[in-house]
């Protein structure tokens, strides 16, 4: 086998293990609501940590990735965040959840930079375009920790063994993968933050983010509340189940679509299948036509990320690493204001009109990778 067919599938395995992880946090989500007895608002302001914390990790992550090889930072990151995971499992009190959730997304927000940073070093050595697999193994890997979520509360696990057991299981196949990962990928240039006139193509990418974060925050932290408590669904797993495996099955074609109707069409497209799935989830909030619904947002929410993230890999000014890192702190920002104003939304006015606030962020997208696009063009007529 190729060295750099080893490389794609040891990388692979850390985006499908971070996948799983994080699913097997975001669907247990309902049971920790439940265990602490919190109602929307409570929830929402808990889950504000989250992006609070990935703020601090973000400039941290940046310069780890400059200064030493992507693995690195990749292994001892996902290592802590499995760390955090198992706490979060055994935590007791209130204070403690919002401690273990803030270094639980640290470490992740760490880990995430290096795997993309990673990913366009690999995407560097193939012709085709593999970015979107790498990113559909993410979902994926959030699809089995889904199913595993649903069978163990079907089963009445309790949420501790759950994370436990999945903490260990990750841990050792890292360790495997972590030997077959790129090594000497540190950048020599392109790794200092710019101060002065914001780069117009940075900004951009990163608004696109900020508005995919939104959607897809929304959808982690909400789609099972929703089905539990606008479905009424005991199995409130099915919702997330939905979301993760439509997004997950079109990741794998999402370079091919990209091929074949371009950037401009995909952002379009993606924006109005968003749009569409919220609006059958919301309209008609039965089992199934919320299901379907859910899973139309996966599919319009799949080719974001990794068409975003692949063209900030191709910035003049930045290194792939820091490129990531800069329009990852819009991302951030989106999950900093998404999930909680649904959740105080949700607490005012129901969630079912909380989940119109991604309708209308999935429209923003469309003007704004207009522009981007626009722009791109522009500069390459000049």
Same mark, same amino acid.
């Given at each position: 086998?190729?060295?750099?067919?080893?490389?794609?599938?040891?990388?692979?395995?850390?985006?499908?293990?971070?996948?799983?992880?994080? $699913?097997?946090?975001?669907?247990?989500?309902?049971?920790?609501?439940?265990?602490?007895?919190?109602?929307?608002?409570?929830?929402?302001?808990?889950?504000?940590?989250?992006?609070?914390?990935?703020?601090?990790?973000?400039?941290? =992550?940046?310069?780890?990735?400059?200064?030493?090889?992507?693995?690195?930072?990749?292994?001892?990151?996902?290592?802590?965040?499995?760390?955090?995971?198992?706490?979060?499992?055994?935590?007791?009190?209130?204070?403690?959840?919002?401690?273990a959730i803030s270094f639980f997304s640290f470490f992740m927000r760490i880990m995430?930079?290096?795997?993309?940073?990673?990913?366009?070093?690999?995407?560097?050595?193939?012709?085709?375009?593999?970015?979107?697999?790498?990113?559909?193994?993410?979902?994926? @890997?959030?699809?089995?920790?889904?199913?595993?979520?649903?069978?163990?509360?079907?089963?009445?696990?309790?949420?501790?063994?759950?994370?436990?057991?999945?903490?260990?299981?990750?841990?050792?196949?890292?360790?495997?993968?972590?030997?077959?990962?790129?090594?000497?990928?540190?950048?020599?240039?392109?790794?200092?933050?710019?101060?002065?006139?914001?780069?117009?193509?940075?900004?951009?990418? @990163?608004?696109?983010?900020?508005?995919?974060?939104?959607?897809?925050?929304?959808?982690?932290?909400?789609?099972?509340?929703?089905?539990?408590?606008?479905?009424?669904?005991?199995?409130?797993?099915?919702?997330?189940?939905?979301?993760?495996?439509?997004?997950?099955? =079109?990741?794998?074609?999402?370079?091919?679509?990209?091929?074949?109707?371009?950037?401009?069409?995909?952002?379009?497209?993606?924006?109005?299948?968003?749009?569409?799935?919220?609006?059958?989830?919301?309209?008609?909030?039965?089992?199934?036509?919320?299901?379907?619904?859910?899973?139309?947002?996966?599919?319009?929410?799949? $080719?974001?990320?990794?068409?975003?993230?692949?063209?900030?890999?191709?910035?003049?000014?930045?290194?792939?690493?820091?490129?990531?890192?800069?329009?990852?702190?819009?991302?951030?920002?989106?999950?900093?204001?998404?999930?909680?104003?649904?959740?105080?939304?949700?607490?005012?006015?129901?969630?079912?009109?909380?989940?119109?606030?991604?309708?209308?962020?999935?429209?923003?997208?469309?003007?704004?990778?207009?522009?981007?696009?626009?722009?791109?063009?522009?500069?390459?007529?000049?």
């Open positions: 086998m190729e060295e750099k067919v080893k490389q794609r599938i040891a990388l692979g395995t850390f985006f499908f293990l971070s996948g799983l992880t994080f $699913a097997t946090w975001a669907s247990r989500i309902p049971t920790i609501k439940t265990f602490f007895n919190l109602n929307e608002a409570e929830l929402g302001t808990i889950l504000l940590v989250m992006p609070i914390s990935s703020l601090i990790g973000l400039p941290i =992550s940046g310069w780890l990735v400059s200064k030493f090889d992507s693995r690195n930072p990749m292994l001892v990151s996902f290592l802590l965040f499995n760390v955090t995971l198992i706490w979060i499992g055994f935590v007791q009190t209130t204070l403690g959840l919002v401690v995430n930079i290096a795997v993309n940073t990673q990913s366009i070093i690999v995407q560097r050595k193939f012709e085709k375009r593999i970015v979107g697999s790498f990113h559909g193994l993410w979902s994926t @890997g959030g699809l089995v920790g889904v199913v595993f979520s649903t069978l163990m509360v079907q089963m009445n696990i309790g949420i501790a063994n759950h994370l436990l057991g999945v903490s260990i299981f990750t841990t050792i196949l890292i360790f495997i993968a972590y030997l077959y990962t790129i090594k000497n990928d540190k950048s020599s240039t392109g790794n200092k933050l710019i101060f002065g006139k914001p780069d117009p193509f940075i900004v951009y990418l @990163g608004v696109i983010i900020f508005l995919a974060a939104i959607c897809e925050g929304g959808m982690f932290d909400w789609s099972g509340v929703y089905f539990k408590e606008v479905i009424n669904e005991p199995i409130f797993t099915y919702g997330y189940l939905s979301f993760m495996a439509c997004m997950a099955f =079109s990741r794998f074609f999402s370079d091919k679509l990209v091929q074949r109707i371009g950037m401009e069409k995909t952002y379009i497209f993606s924006s109005l299948v968003i749009i569409l799935g919220i609006l059958v989830a919301v309209l008609f909030p039965k089992f199934w036509s919320a299901l379907i619904g859910f899973c139309l947002v996966g599919f319009g929410t799949a $080719a974001l990320f990794p068409m975003t993230f692949a063209l900030a890999g191709t910035s003049n000014k930045y290194s792939p690493g820091m490129a990531i890192s800069i329009i990852s702190t819009y991302g951030i920002l989106g999950m900093f204001i998404g999930p909680p104003l649904i959740g105080y939304i949700a607490h005012a006015f129901g969630l079912k009109n909380a989940f119109l606030v991604i309708i209308v962020v999935g429209l923003l997208i469309i003007p704004i990778s207009q522009l981007f696009l626009r722009s791109q063009f522009k500069l390459m007529r000049e």
